[in-house]
């Protein structure tokens, strides 16, 4: 059968999200004499590698019969240009296919059913129907322990994995669904002023308004090469980079373009994206913060009594120490939701600014005090106040700027295009503010794609407020994006409750 | 925020398969001022009406920024043409969707919520991930009764429904996984001849080598719109259709988009997508053969019972009257398997050929025999002498021509240019035939794309077989699928197993 004629390459440019996908002409030889139809998953070879795609059959003549377009992911894979040849062959029905399917009908997947399905994930065989299929079937608690820990370690084992050749190595992760929390960049520059080594790797945001990554890159650059990132931990003893291009766990990675348009991040799954990233990352001690309120993600301090343990167990056996703080979670931390928003507090915060936002600092400190002490940097009762010394002093200030500095230097974040205030409707007190809604709002601003945009909150739960006083601002790239918030705020009243005086 | 500007529709003519995919240029107007990405759901509005659409965004010269493409299926259902214009705006996120997670997390869906998603469904708002994701989260015993009794209704609404004015309205269904089990058309040729009504809509194949309309499409034409069915069904008093030309259950032909890929038919998406195209169109008595055997889809007959008991009991809360049969599924039925080879094999049967398959004309007659009853056509006991008689005496293939003629005239099956015989590898008894490996075999060459194409079987199970005897053969269109599907054979011999004598 072989792999047919040579195909030449034409620039498409048609960017399908990531899905690798391959476009032939009706006509071409290979179609006609494999009997391609559309949607076949087929192999493409080319002189750098190859890969498997979906395949698009043309019938126009944006291609000649004997020419090839890719989807921009799948071109990128493939590291071609213009005019150079593919060829395509018929990709075997995948065997783990076969174990999804005993996964959909409600069977237990062992290590090597899991190992199979993350390792065709992980090679980008995977079609975005099966990753899709994949992710419901894991959800709802329908992954036990022994199989969050095969497809936790299948995870690992599918990328790199990084080796400091030191220890303790600090890690930090917080579960999410807390709009504006970003303490990390802050208990980076804590950690590594103290003297710990903290090479935090970080994701972009999945169904967030802002990744960790996202807010970092609006500082200075995250997207590092293996051999960048050890030269600024080296120099610096720690980082706030972007995992994604370490390809740390290239599963979670290729799960996760599901998992974003889906809105789904379920438990099994989130520890193991979590813990095969502090894993292959080289942690050795991984501080996990879990916020619990009604609209956070972990919604009872009884999901996050089950999620610790899950969390706790997987990650003892795979030889990673933890410590988990539950915070509060009933409303977002600091003013600013989206990456640049974020920022702006992340500074305050670490320049020591008068209209620094309390909340965050303290969270910032309370967690760094824990993790100083779970990595042996301070005794047991006194994390907090050498954090808070740290902070105070102006140490930790300078320890980010040297590491902005190492990762391609220190920037100030962008402001917005467009802003506009949304007012308290009476007099009163702040009674609620809905993360989700927060959330989706900073969402339909333009975050995490609009760095800029996002959403300002002016006021906390308990505060007393005026009749037309701000409640918070919109920020936006475009007028379009603004308009489009601005009518899902004026439909939800509720994402910041005034209750009247 | 409005529509936009409009832009010119160019013909880029890329099948997706079934996804609305319209692809815009990166500098498009509305691009921008949306702020889209790739992958965004988006609304597209037409003279003649609106889809949902998945955008992909293009950076070449294939499209201007004034213009715009969209995949063939989406092009179809616009019913557009080279330079019409569209409007392109942003879809609100579907509130359905909440309901899919929570399903997705494992909360019940109550009918309201089974409602949203299915209408979403039959709109075609939904991608295909969602789909997949909605298929996987339902498999496995996921639908309880109650819910799968939600999903037909809901089925059944969002599509046609048709009233035939009279009762009984004869319908047959058999559950399938069982290779060139083909009595359908045979069935319908005996009911209609004892002079039951039985409009047929029949489906295409799913996972399996070819469905009933697949192989009737051989003989005549099955894509008759309803106005067409019945005037064939008012003069004849049956026909053997496709469904999905009428829209009967519109949800249903989505949900097949995801699910033949994955290879997926779960038990109570079976139920609802048997019983909501029964209800819909118009029977009132359905016979449903449960075929039962090692590598049938039914393995076990406490898995039928279950299965009976389900359709029993849906089909009873939707008013319609079921008899189920349960029948031996330890091996394939007839010679044929592949569209136009199980043809040939109800011709066979049909005109009383010397070597017609007798296992398919005993199942036919059975089955019959069992529907005449049921609908009072014939007394208890005697429905299948009845329908021997109407088989032997010639009326029944009298009848299944003027169908036939009716649905716009009688045609032979066609032949595959390629054939491979396999050979018994040695002298012995035929001990074992894996419907499974069968019906793959029958898709690699080809079926049911290739209506010629797939497996003729020369031996049943318990046959003597010499050293080297035919035991079946590879029918194909191209010398690729025939090489493929000999690759498949060479390394599965377990498909026909021959135990030495």
Not at 423 to 450: E, F, H, M, Q, Y
Request: hydrophobic residues 45%.
């Amino acid at each position: 059968m072989g792999a047919g004629h040579p195909l030449t390459l034409k620039w498409l440019g048609i960017d399908t999200y990531q899905e690798a996908v391959i476009y032939l002409h009706r006509d071409c030889e290979v179609c006609r004499s494999e009997g391609f139809e559309a949607q076949a998953r087929v192999r493409v070879e080319a002189a750098g590698g190859q890969i498997v795609a979906t395949l698009n059959v043309v019938d126009s003549d944006i291609l000649a019969p004997c020419e090839a377009g890719l989807s921009v992911v799948a071109w990128r894979q493939l590291r071609v240009a213009d005019g150079d040849t593919v060829r395509v062959s018929a990709e075997p029905p995948l065997d783990s296919l076969v174990a999804l399917r005993g996964k959909i009908y409600g069977r237990r997947l062992d290590a090597a059913a899991m190992r199979a399905i993350v390792d065709d994930i992980a090679a980008g065989r995977y079609a975005n129907i099966y990753l899709a299929a994949f992710v419901a079937a894991c959800a709802g608690g329908r992954l036990d322990v022994d199989e969050t820990v095969a497809l936790t370690r299948a995870m690992v084992d599918a990328g790199q994995r990084l080796d400091w050749g030191r220890a303790p190595i600090a890690d930090k992760h917080c579960v999410g669904g807390l709009p504006g929390n970003r303490t990390t960049p802050i208990v980076v520059a804590i950690a590594t002023a103290a003297g710990l080594t903290m090479p935090k790797t970080s994701s972009r945001a999945i169904t967030s308004p802002a990744g960790t990554a996202d807010t970092m890159e609006t500082m200075a650059p995250v997207e590092l090469d293996l051999p960048a990132i050890r030269r600024v931990v080296e120099r610096e003893g720690g980082c706030v980079v972007w995992g994604g291009a370490v390809g740390l766990s290239p599963a979670d990675d290729m799960l996760i373009r599901v998992e974003r348009p889906l809105g789904l991040d379920s438990e099994g799954q989130l520890v193991a994206s979590v813990l095969s990233k502090k894993v292959a990352a080289g942690a050795t001690h991984a501080l996990i913060d879990i916020p619990v309120g009604p609209t956070a993600k972990v919604r009872s301090p009884q999901a996050a009594a089950l999620l610790m343990t899950l969390l706790e167990h997987v990650a003892a056996t795979l030889g990673l120490s933890t410590r988990i703080v539950l915070s509060d979670g009933a409303q977002p931390v600091g003013r600013g939701v989206g990456p640049a928003l974020e920022a702006r507090d992340v500074l305050a915060v670490l320049r020591r600014e008068a209209g620094a936002p309390a909340d965050l600092a303290e969270r910032a400190l309370m967690l760094s005090g824990a993790l100083l002490e779970f990595c042996g940097a301070a005794a047991e009762g006194t994390g907090i106040a050498t954090a808070r010394g740290l902070l105070d002093s102006g140490r930790a200030w300078r320890k980010f700027l040297a590491i902005a500095d190492a990762q391609g230097g220190f920037r100030e974040p962008p402001r917005a295009a467009h802003v506009r205030v949304v007012d308290a409707p009476c007099a009163g007190r702040v009674g609620a503010i809905d993360n989700r809604l927060v959330s989706r709002i900073a969402k339909l601003a333009g975050a995490p794609r609009d760095a800029a945009a996002g959403l300002e909150l002016f006021v906390k739960v308990g505060d007393r407020v005026d009749a037309g006083a701000p409640l918070y601002a919109l920020h936006a790239e475009s007028p379009g994006e603004l308009d489009y918030a601005f009518d899902y705020v004026a439909a939800h009243p509720e994402t910041v409750v005034v209750l009247p005086a």
